[in-house]
């Protein structure tokens, strides 16, 4: 079993920048992928955001996020945060961390939520304009 607990969401204006955080406390073997989703208000399906691969550290993200959002990790607190800049109003969403035990290459683990094993609860992220 793994935990995660998501810290740092809240209200930022246009432009503004905010670091989440994700702890990850039970079984966390080093092949797994740590990733960020996001579930915007109205959307039935959350969205893939960033992942990260505890060791060596291997990062994917979507096209359109790349450049504003940067996922990085800190072994030694077992802890992935997702740094957003240049936050817009489109961003506004609840922010998910997620770990995937899945061997399948990262594009295809981003595209599929059911790859995903265990997901935390969720911080809001609100951008206003």
């Known amino acids: 079993q793994v935990q995660l607990v998501e810290s740092g969401g809240g209200l930022v204006q246009t432009g503004g920048s905010l670091r989440l955080s994700c702890a990850a406390s039970?079984?966390?073997?080093?092949?797994?992928?740590m990733g960020w989703f996001r579930q915007a208000p109205g959307k039935k399906e959350r969205e893939f955001v960033a992942?990260?691969?505890?060791?060596?550290?291997?990062?994917y993200y979507t096209d359109s996020r790349k450049g504003r959002f940067t996922i990085f990790r800190d072994n030694a607190k077992n802890t992935v945060y997702l740094q957003m800049s240049s936050l817009k109003p489109e961003d506004t969403a609840i922010y998910y961390c997620a770990v995937s035990r899945s061997q399948q290459l990262f594009e295809i683990i981003a595209r599929r939520a059911a790859l995903w094993d265990y997901w935390g609860q969720g911080t809001q992220v609100t951008v206003s304009s």
């Open positions: 992942l990260i691969t505890w060791y060596p550290g291997s990062t």
């Open positions: 039970g079984r966390t073997p080093s092949d797994n992928v």
